[in-house]
Protein backbone atom coordinates (compact mmCIF):
# COMPACT_ATOMS: atom_id res chain seq x y z
CA UNK A 1 0.00 0.00 0.00
CA UNK A 2 1.38 3.19 -1.15
CA UNK A 3 0.29 6.83 0.10
CA UNK A 4 -0.57 9.40 -2.48
CA UNK A 5 -1.02 13.34 -1.61
CA UNK A 6 -3.50 14.50 -3.78
CA UNK A 7 -4.36 18.29 -4.43
CA UNK A 8 -7.63 19.43 -5.41
CA UNK A 9 -9.33 16.33 -3.63
CA UNK A 10 -12.81 18.17 -3.39
CA UNK A 11 -13.16 18.93 -7.05
CA UNK A 12 -14.83 17.41 -10.03
CA UNK A 13 -11.51 14.82 -10.70
CA UNK A 14 -10.27 15.12 -7.36
CA UNK A 15 -13.25 13.15 -5.73
CA UNK A 16 -13.46 10.54 -8.90
CA UNK A 17 -9.38 10.33 -7.85
CA UNK A 18 -9.59 9.80 -4.34
CA UNK A 19 -12.60 7.13 -4.74
CA UNK A 20 -10.20 5.45 -7.03
CA UNK A 21 -7.25 5.76 -4.90
CA UNK A 22 -8.95 4.21 -2.35
CA UNK A 23 -10.05 1.06 -4.10
CA UNK A 24 -6.86 0.44 -6.03
CA UNK A 25 -5.58 -0.15 -2.30
CA UNK A 26 -3.64 3.32 -1.35
CA UNK A 27 -4.63 5.93 1.70
CA UNK A 28 -4.81 9.65 0.71
CA UNK A 29 -3.54 12.45 2.09
CA UNK A 30 -5.74 15.35 1.02
CA UNK A 31 -5.95 19.27 0.98
CA UNK A 32 -8.65 20.78 1.45
CA UNK A 33 -9.95 24.51 1.88
CA UNK A 34 -12.60 23.61 4.69
CA UNK A 35 -12.97 20.71 7.36
CA UNK A 36 -13.96 17.92 5.54
CA UNK A 37 -16.12 14.33 6.88
CA UNK A 38 -13.84 12.25 8.31
CA UNK A 39 -13.54 9.23 5.85
CA UNK A 40 -11.57 5.80 6.64
CA UNK A 41 -8.28 5.78 4.44
CA UNK A 42 -8.07 9.33 4.11
CA UNK A 43 -6.21 11.96 5.84
CA UNK A 44 -8.01 15.61 5.22
CA UNK A 45 -4.74 18.52 5.54
CA UNK A 46 -6.46 22.29 5.80
CA UNK A 47 -5.27 24.60 3.83
CA UNK A 48 -4.87 25.74 0.27
CA UNK A 49 -1.86 25.99 -2.74
CA UNK A 50 -0.40 29.18 -1.37
CA UNK A 51 -0.50 27.44 2.18
CA UNK A 52 3.48 26.26 2.69
CA UNK A 53 2.84 24.46 6.10
CA UNK A 54 -0.04 22.52 4.49
CA UNK A 55 1.56 21.74 1.74
CA UNK A 56 4.65 20.27 3.49
CA UNK A 57 2.74 17.86 5.81
CA UNK A 58 0.83 17.14 2.70
CA UNK A 59 3.44 15.69 0.81
CA UNK A 60 5.46 14.77 4.03
CA UNK A 61 5.65 10.59 3.86
CA UNK A 62 3.82 10.60 0.48
CA UNK A 63 5.19 8.19 -2.24
CA UNK A 64 3.61 10.57 -4.95
CA UNK A 65 1.98 13.59 -5.57
CA UNK A 66 -1.14 14.05 -7.69
CA UNK A 67 -1.22 18.05 -8.34
CA UNK A 68 -5.05 18.06 -9.38
CA UNK A 69 -6.18 21.66 -7.75
CA UNK A 70 -6.44 24.35 -10.29
CA UNK A 71 -7.90 27.69 -11.32
CA UNK A 72 -10.26 27.23 -14.87
CA UNK A 73 -11.73 30.25 -14.96
CA UNK A 74 -10.47 33.53 -13.82
CA UNK A 75 -11.17 37.65 -13.92
CA UNK A 76 -7.79 38.29 -15.73
CA UNK A 77 -3.85 37.17 -15.76
CA UNK A 78 -2.84 37.58 -11.86
CA UNK A 79 -5.47 35.08 -11.05
CA UNK A 80 -4.76 31.90 -13.78
CA UNK A 81 -1.12 32.66 -12.72
CA UNK A 82 -1.12 32.63 -9.24
CA UNK A 83 -2.73 29.34 -9.24
CA UNK A 84 -1.97 27.02 -12.24
CA UNK A 85 1.87 28.66 -12.00
CA UNK A 86 2.41 29.78 -8.56
CA UNK A 87 0.76 26.97 -6.79
CA UNK A 88 2.08 24.44 -8.91
CA UNK A 89 5.53 26.45 -7.87
CA UNK A 90 4.75 25.67 -4.25
CA UNK A 91 3.87 22.05 -4.71
CA UNK A 92 7.28 21.39 -6.00
CA UNK A 93 8.84 23.50 -3.08
CA UNK A 94 6.98 21.51 -0.97
CA UNK A 95 8.14 18.37 -2.17
CA UNK A 96 11.71 19.43 -2.65
CA UNK A 97 11.89 20.06 0.97
CA UNK A 98 10.23 16.83 2.06
CA UNK A 99 12.03 14.56 -0.10
CA UNK A 100 9.54 13.42 -1.99
CA UNK A 101 10.21 12.73 -5.76
CA UNK A 102 7.22 11.62 -7.84
CA UNK A 103 4.83 13.72 -9.17
CA UNK A 104 1.75 13.38 -11.61
CA UNK A 105 0.34 17.63 -12.97
CA UNK A 106 -2.86 17.21 -14.02
CA UNK A 107 -2.51 20.11 -16.88
CA UNK A 108 -4.83 20.60 -19.54
CA UNK A 109 -4.75 20.29 -23.59
CA UNK A 110 -4.93 24.18 -23.58
CA UNK A 111 -1.72 23.81 -22.51
CA UNK A 112 -0.99 22.77 -25.83
CA UNK A 113 -1.17 26.27 -27.60
CA UNK A 114 -0.59 29.07 -24.77
CA UNK A 115 -1.03 31.93 -27.36
CA UNK A 116 -4.65 31.69 -27.17
CA UNK A 117 -5.44 31.86 -23.85
CA UNK A 118 -4.30 33.14 -20.59
CA UNK A 119 -5.70 30.02 -18.79
CA UNK A 120 -3.84 27.81 -21.33
CA UNK A 121 -0.49 30.03 -21.02
CA UNK A 122 -0.96 29.31 -17.31
CA UNK A 123 -1.41 25.60 -17.38
CA UNK A 124 1.94 25.71 -19.43
CA UNK A 125 3.50 27.81 -17.00
CA UNK A 126 3.15 25.43 -14.59
CA UNK A 127 4.18 22.48 -17.01
CA UNK A 128 7.35 24.72 -16.79
CA UNK A 129 7.56 24.62 -13.96
CA UNK A 130 7.59 20.70 -13.02
CA UNK A 131 9.75 20.41 -16.14
CA UNK A 132 12.49 22.82 -14.23
CA UNK A 133 12.39 20.96 -11.30
CA UNK A 134 14.35 17.83 -9.46
CA UNK A 135 11.45 16.09 -9.10
CA UNK A 136 10.05 12.53 -11.22
CA UNK A 137 7.66 13.85 -13.05
CA UNK A 138 4.43 13.19 -15.39
CA UNK A 139 2.49 15.61 -17.04
CA UNK A 140 -1.37 14.87 -18.03
CA UNK A 141 -3.17 16.87 -20.44
CA UNK A 142 -6.81 15.83 -20.54
CA UNK A 143 -9.04 17.09 -22.78
CA UNK A 144 -12.90 17.97 -22.11
CA UNK A 145 -13.39 16.40 -19.09
CA UNK A 146 -17.31 15.13 -18.28
CA UNK A 147 -18.94 12.29 -15.85
CA UNK A 148 -20.97 12.83 -12.62
CA UNK A 149 -20.33 16.52 -10.83
CA UNK A 150 -19.37 17.85 -13.75
CA UNK A 151 -20.41 22.07 -14.12
CA UNK A 152 -18.83 22.47 -17.16
CA UNK A 153 -19.72 20.43 -19.90
CA UNK A 154 -23.03 20.12 -17.79
CA UNK A 155 -23.98 23.49 -19.84
CA UNK A 156 -24.37 21.26 -23.04
CA UNK A 157 -26.36 18.79 -20.69
CA UNK A 158 -28.88 21.53 -20.10
CA UNK A 159 -28.60 23.05 -23.59
CA UNK A 160 -29.63 20.00 -24.81
CA UNK A 161 -32.62 19.58 -22.89
CA UNK A 162 -33.78 22.78 -24.06
CA UNK A 163 -33.39 21.14 -27.60
CA UNK A 164 -30.99 24.26 -28.76
CA UNK A 165 -27.07 23.71 -28.53
CA UNK A 166 -25.02 26.73 -29.92
CA UNK A 167 -21.60 25.35 -30.59
CA UNK A 168 -17.98 27.18 -31.78
CA UNK A 169 -17.43 26.72 -35.63
CA UNK A 170 -16.12 24.20 -36.98
CA UNK A 171 -13.93 21.82 -35.02
CA UNK A 172 -13.00 18.50 -33.31
CA UNK A 173 -12.20 17.69 -29.44
CA UNK A 174 -11.51 14.79 -27.70
CA UNK A 175 -13.58 14.42 -24.56
CA UNK A 176 -12.51 11.71 -21.30
CA UNK A 177 -14.81 10.18 -18.86
CA UNK A 178 -13.83 11.31 -15.13
CA UNK A 179 -13.33 7.47 -14.16
CA UNK A 180 -11.16 7.18 -16.93
CA UNK A 181 -8.82 9.97 -16.11
CA UNK A 182 -9.16 9.26 -12.52
CA UNK A 183 -7.65 5.33 -13.11
CA UNK A 184 -5.20 7.23 -15.36
CA UNK A 185 -3.75 9.22 -12.67
CA UNK A 186 -3.49 6.36 -10.03
CA UNK A 187 -1.99 4.32 -12.68
CA UNK A 188 0.84 6.66 -13.39
CA UNK A 189 1.44 7.00 -9.31
CA UNK A 190 2.01 3.35 -9.01
CA UNK A 191 4.00 2.78 -12.80
CA UNK A 192 6.36 5.98 -12.91
CA UNK A 193 7.01 6.77 -16.10
CA UNK A 194 9.38 10.08 -15.94
CA UNK A 195 9.18 12.80 -18.50
CA UNK A 196 6.16 11.61 -19.92
CA UNK A 197 3.68 14.03 -21.26
CA UNK A 198 0.56 11.98 -21.89
CA UNK A 199 -2.86 12.81 -23.80
CA UNK A 200 -5.24 10.92 -22.99
CA UNK A 201 -8.71 10.53 -24.64
CA UNK A 202 -11.91 8.45 -25.01
CA UNK A 203 -10.37 5.83 -27.77
CA UNK A 204 -11.97 8.01 -30.85
CA UNK A 205 -8.71 8.42 -32.63
CA UNK A 206 -10.11 11.80 -34.56
CA UNK A 207 -11.52 12.87 -31.35
CA UNK A 208 -15.82 14.35 -31.77
CA UNK A 209 -16.91 17.06 -34.46
CA UNK A 210 -18.65 19.73 -32.58
CA UNK A 211 -22.10 19.11 -33.72
CA UNK A 212 -21.51 15.60 -33.72
CA UNK A 213 -21.44 16.06 -29.54
CA UNK A 214 -23.80 17.87 -29.00
CA UNK A 215 -25.80 15.00 -31.45
CA UNK A 216 -24.21 12.47 -28.94
CA UNK A 217 -25.46 14.72 -25.78
CA UNK A 218 -28.97 15.25 -27.24
CA UNK A 219 -29.19 12.08 -27.34
CA UNK A 220 -28.00 11.53 -24.16
CA UNK A 221 -30.84 13.44 -22.53
CA UNK A 222 -33.47 11.82 -25.13
CA UNK A 223 -34.07 14.76 -27.08
CA UNK A 224 -33.43 16.21 -30.25
CA UNK A 225 -31.95 19.58 -30.71
CA UNK A 226 -30.33 21.92 -33.34
CA UNK A 227 -26.90 22.81 -33.12
CA UNK A 228 -26.07 26.34 -34.75
CA UNK A 229 -22.32 27.16 -35.47
CA UNK A 230 -21.84 30.61 -33.26
CA UNK A 231 -19.10 32.74 -35.23
CA UNK A 232 -16.29 34.17 -32.93
CA UNK A 233 -17.93 37.25 -32.97
CA UNK A 234 -20.95 36.91 -31.75
CA UNK A 235 -19.31 34.50 -28.68
CA UNK A 236 -17.33 37.25 -28.47
CA UNK A 237 -20.12 39.63 -27.84
CA UNK A 238 -21.63 37.16 -25.53
CA UNK A 239 -18.65 36.64 -23.47
CA UNK A 240 -18.80 40.73 -22.93
CA UNK A 241 -22.91 40.19 -22.11
CA UNK A 242 -21.74 37.61 -19.80
CA UNK A 243 -19.52 39.55 -18.19
CA UNK A 244 -21.54 42.49 -17.62
CA UNK A 245 -24.29 40.66 -16.06
CA UNK A 246 -22.54 37.98 -14.00
CA UNK A 247 -19.05 40.27 -13.62
CA UNK A 248 -16.29 37.64 -12.03
CA UNK A 249 -19.04 34.47 -11.77
CA UNK A 250 -18.95 34.75 -15.89
CA UNK A 251 -18.78 31.17 -17.22
CA UNK A 252 -18.31 32.47 -20.89
CA UNK A 253 -15.48 34.67 -21.25
CA UNK A 254 -13.26 35.87 -23.77
CA UNK A 255 -10.50 34.55 -22.38
CA UNK A 256 -12.61 30.90 -23.15
CA UNK A 257 -13.65 32.14 -26.15
CA UNK A 258 -9.92 32.43 -27.30
CA UNK A 259 -9.34 28.53 -27.41
CA UNK A 260 -12.95 27.60 -28.05
CA UNK A 261 -12.97 28.57 -31.39
CA UNK A 262 -9.45 26.77 -32.16
CA UNK A 263 -10.28 24.18 -34.71
CA UNK A 264 -8.29 21.10 -33.37
CA UNK A 265 -8.71 20.09 -29.36
CA UNK A 266 -8.17 16.73 -30.44
CA UNK A 267 -5.73 14.58 -28.24
CA UNK A 268 -2.02 13.93 -30.21
CA UNK A 269 -1.32 10.72 -31.58
CA UNK A 270 2.36 10.41 -30.21
CA UNK A 271 1.31 11.53 -26.54
CA UNK A 272 -1.46 9.08 -26.27
CA UNK A 273 -0.45 6.67 -23.18
CA UNK A 274 0.68 3.88 -24.07
CA UNK A 275 -1.98 0.69 -24.22
CA UNK A 276 0.01 -1.38 -22.08
CA UNK A 277 -0.23 1.26 -19.45
CA UNK A 278 -3.94 2.49 -19.60
CA UNK A 279 -6.90 2.06 -22.01
CA UNK A 280 -10.27 4.49 -22.17
CA UNK A 281 -12.94 1.64 -20.79
CA UNK A 282 -15.81 4.01 -20.86
CA UNK A 283 -17.62 3.87 -24.02
CA UNK A 284 -18.39 7.38 -24.99
CA UNK A 285 -22.05 7.19 -25.81
CA UNK A 286 -23.00 5.21 -22.49
CA UNK A 287 -21.20 7.42 -20.44
CA UNK A 288 -22.94 10.59 -22.04
CA UNK A 289 -25.80 8.63 -20.96
CA UNK A 290 -24.78 7.75 -17.18
CA UNK A 291 -24.15 11.28 -16.83
CA UNK A 292 -27.04 12.84 -18.50
CA UNK A 293 -29.12 10.24 -15.61
CA UNK A 294 -26.93 11.40 -12.85
CA UNK A 295 -27.89 15.18 -13.60
CA UNK A 296 -31.30 14.24 -13.80
CA UNK A 297 -31.11 11.66 -10.36
CA UNK A 298 -29.61 15.25 -8.79
CA UNK A 299 -32.14 17.90 -10.14
CA UNK A 300 -30.15 19.72 -12.00
CA UNK A 301 -31.83 18.74 -15.52
Avoid: C
Amino acid sequence: MSVLAITGGTGFVGRTTVNHTLDSGHSVRALARRDQTLREGVAWIRGDLSDAAALEELVRGSDAVLHIAGVVNAPDRAGFEAANIGGTQNVIAAMERAGTKRLVLVSSLSAREPQLSLYGASKRGGEDAVRASSLDWTIVRPPAIYGPHDTEMFDLFRAAKAHLVPMPPKGRTSIVHVDDLARLLVTLAEQPTSGAIYEPDDGRIEGWEHAELATAIADAVGTRALVPRVPAPLLRLAARADRLMRGDKAKLTLDRVGYMVHPDWVASADRRPPSSLWQPQMETRAGLRDTARWYEREGWL
